[in-house]
């Protein structure tokens, strides 16, 4: 017997619990079917426990700036990574927990475990239970690729699914691909007494398209563990251990940790029987202002679209696909400007529109500020690295900014926010800006800027006229 219900929804992730979400607000029926784990990838395997790591790694990082505060002592301190870890799990788990709790947890049969397979844009089989849905959305996430050469080395070589079950940390590790988890880890591994080599086949870490922030972040960075860059990475057995080899360098480690992006968690799923051509992933193209795919009663929402693969983006665009699944509507949404973080130390943060989109326009201005003189990063001993904000020249419509700084996680908030509502450079700086903090960085980023625009006030900067 077919069971009928209004809405579909495959992938229990964070795009997949927000369409639910949005589903049931609209009073309707639907089934939430998810195969493998439940907990989001976030709680589980990536930002929460990569965070946990990196506050003790940062924790235990801090001992090296103790004496020169006239704290004694700080040489002598050790860390228990078998203790570590178990921290790290045990948050791990709380938060796994609390997601659980608040959704999956209060579902009777609406709950389906098992791997759904799409028959046609309105129906599906999973755990040969036949499903007749009015709309479909697909939420399924994505995998880190692992290349099947090197699946074959055993568990030698590791991914983000793998790392966080370690009982104790290798002595040495190769860290292969230096985006965002790969750089997180890679300092965090360093800061916790693991010789770490980074590799990456680009000449750029964290996904920065602005050389001069990126030849700072390398700079930065690179004094804590050495990067092979522009090369890639050839992977063989050496008795116990893993050699790896880039261009004329080699190495033999411990442990090689994988982090060469993920792929959409489409196989199995049968796409091919939606009736509309696939890329060369295996997807549909789809609207990412309605997320809807083409005229059909299917939806797409998460990692698995592979469009920008952040916990804000993946509920965003599970509230737009539950919302339009549950009216088989195609409203269009506003999506925000990009705000992306590295939680290295300094922070790394790519706010709206990035230099790769604006290089080639010849009205952009680009102002800056070095973290070098700021009084709180100083204090604070971490008054390294740059911020780059870019703006409109006529106007000073702010667009976009970069930086590598400490507290980056909120000055990006803060840059996202001005950008979000379409304010001038002049809009910010009258602001208001407390002495000391490291938000003043921000504001001698904009004063720099200021004086590029063409269009000034006849006012003082920083003081808004009645």
């Known amino acids: ?23 049931r607000r609209a009073g309707k029926s639907f089934v939430l079917i998810n195969g493998g784990e439940l907990g989001t990838t976030c709680a589980r395997v990536g930002c929460m426990p990569s965070k946990a790591f990196i506050q003790v790694a940062e924790d235990f990082h801090r001992r090296h700036i103790l004496k020169r505060e006239g704290i ?21 788990d709380t938060f796994v927990d609390r997601v659980l709790g608040s959704t ?3 579902l009777d049969d609406e709950l389906i475990e098992g791997y759904a397979r799409i028959t046609g844009p309105n129906t599906l089989v999973v755990n040969e239970e036949e499903i007749e849905a009015k709309a479909i959305v697909i939420a399924t996430g994505s995998s880190p690729i692992l290349p099947r050469a090197w699946a074959e080395l055993g568990d030698a070589v590791m991914t983000t699914d793998s790392f966080f079950e370690l009982e104790r940390m290798p002595d040495s590790v190769v860290v292969l691909g230096l985006g965002v988890i790969g750089l997180e ?83 199995g799923l049968g796409l091919e029987n ?36 952040i916990l804000h983006e993946a509920g965003d665009e599970g509230k737009i696909a539950g919302y339009n699944a549950a009216r088989l509507s195609s409203e ?45 990063a100083l204090i604070m001993g ?31 908030h803060l840059l996202n926010w001005l950008i979000q509502q379409e304010m001038t450079v002049f809009d910010a700086l009258e602001m208001t800006y407390y002495h000391p903090v490291v938000e003043e960085a921000l504001q001698a980023a904009f004063n720099n800027l200021a004086s590029q625009i063409e269009q000034q006030p006849d006012y003082p900067i920083g003081l808004k006229h009645e």
């Open 1 to 23: 017997m077919t069971r009928k219900v209004d809405v579909a929804i495959i992938g229990a992730g964070t795009a997949g619990l927000n369409a639910m979400g949005q589903v």
């Open 72 to 92: 004694m002592g700080g040489n002598g301190l050790s860390i228990d990574h078998e203790e570590m870890m178990e921290h790290v799990r045990d948050l791990r």
């Open 104 to 106: 999956t947890d209060h």
């Open 185 to 267: 880890l890679g300092q965090a591994l360093a800061r916790v007494g693991v010789e770490v080599i980074g590799v990456d086949a680009m000449e750029r870490i964290s996904g920065l398209c602005d050389e001069v922030v990126n030849r700072h972040a390398i700079e930065i960075i690179g004094k804590e563990f050495p990067m092979w860059l522009g090369a890639e990475a050839e992977l063989a057995p050496a008795s116990e251990m893993i050699q790896v080899k880039v261009g004329e360098r080699q190495v033999e480690v411990d442990r090689v940790l994988v982090c060469i992006g993920r792929r959409p968690n489409v196989e």
């Open 274 to 309: 939606l009736g509309v051509p696939l890329d060369e992933r295996g997807l549909p193209e789809y609207d990412r202002a309605t997320m809807r795919v083409g005229d059909l009663p299917v939806y797409i929402a998460g990692d698995v679209d592979g469009d920008v693969p």
């Open 332 to 376: 269009r949404f506003v999506r925000k400007p990009l705000l992306a973080i590295t939680f290295c130390d300094p922070n790394i943060v790519t706010v709206g529109a990035t230099w790769e989109e604006l290089k080639d326009r010849d009205d952009i201005v680009v102002g800056e500020m070095p973290m070098g003189p700021v009084g709180r």
């Open 382 to 412: 971490k008054n390294k690295g740059i911020i780059r904000v870019y703006a409109e020249k006529q106007s000073g419509k702010l667009l976009g900014g970069v930086m590598i700084a400490v507290k980056g996680e909120s000055l990006g």
